[in-house]
């Protein structure tokens, strides 16, 4: 069983920077395509960023384009979003979530990991 584990969220000002990682155990991450979704109080979960299995393709959502980083460290079995200049409406829980080849959706899903911003 694909378990994912998040980390990396905190409390950071307005224009800050975070680093959020995935990770997982017993699997190799790059098989997988995976995605970043967020969820703030009071609104739907939305989706931030993809990666496809073997960084073929990376894709952003509109607000966090040119700010958010996705990428894969393969030696350490870990995906990482590199979110900089960070604004208020980041704030929300952060999730990743794996999807097999040719599954069609994301089956596997982290606890998620809070990020705030904030002055």
């Known amino acids: 069983q694909l378990q994912l584990v998040e980390s990396g969220g905190g409390l950071v000002q307005p224009g800050g920077s975070l680093r959020l990682s995935c990770a997982a155990s017993?699997?190799?991450?790059?098989?997988?395509?995976i995605g970043w979704f967020r969820q703030a109080p009071g609104k739907e979960r939305e989706g931030v960023s993809c990666?496809?299995?073997?960084?073929?393709?990376?894709k952003y959502a509109d607000s966090v384009k040119g700010r958010f980083t996705n990428s894969r460290d393969n030696a350490r079995n870990m995906i990482n979003l590199q979110m900089n200049n960070l604004e208020p409406d980041d704030t929300a829980v952060y999730y990743c979530?794996?999807?097999?080849?040719?599954?069609?959706?994301?089956?596997?899903w982290g606890q998620g990991t809070q990020v705030t911003v904030s002055s």
């Open positions: 017993g699997v190799i991450l790059d098989y997988y395509a």
């Open positions: 990666i496809s299995s073997s960084s073929i393709g990376t």
């Open positions: 979530a794996a999807q097999a080849v040719g599954s069609g959706t994301y089956n596997y």
